[in-house]
Nanobody, 124 residues
Framework: QVHLVESGGGSVQAGGSLRLSCAAS????????MGWFRQVPGKEREGVAS???????NYGDSVKGRFTISQDNAKKILYLEMNSLKPEDTAMYYC??????????????????WGQGTQVTVSS
């Protein structure tokens, strides 16, 4: 099992920055990729950023150039650095992991392990 706990959310003004963290209880070679997703009420969960077991990253179009995903394997922590935040980035952000090899790492349907989420609110 993979247990994930997010932290670092909060309220910030537009143009500001936040860094989200996701602590994993188990970070094994069997995890194909990990990702950050976000969701607002009434909308589908959206893939924000992902990183696979080879360190390859992928980003949603709306965050490219502003967000950076990284990981500290020794500390078993996944990060999401968010810069130039916009009001439309407001959402609940979730950390997730999948053991389905070869899957598209920004599709939430392929992720079986989820954290409880952390709220990010960006005011204009």
């Amino acid at each position: 099992q993979v247990h994930l706990v997010e932290s670092g959310g909060g309220s910030v003004q537009a143009g500001g920055s936040l860094r989200l963290s996701c602590a994993a209880s188990l970070y094994t070679v069997n995890t194909y990729c990990m990702g950050w997703f976000r969701q607002v009420p009434g909308k589908e969960r959206e893939g924000v950023a992902s990183i696979d077991s080879n360190g390859r990253t992928n980003y949603g179009d709306s965050v490219k150039g502003r967000f950076t995903i990284s990981q500290d394997n020794a500390k078993k922590i996944l990060y999401l650095e968010m810069n130039s935040l916009k009001p439309e980035d407001t959402a609940m952000y979730y950390c997730a992991a999948t053991r389905i090899w070869g899957t598209y790492c920004l599709d939430p349907a392929h992720f079986g392990y989820w954290g409880q989420g952390t709220q990010v609110t960006v005011s204009s």
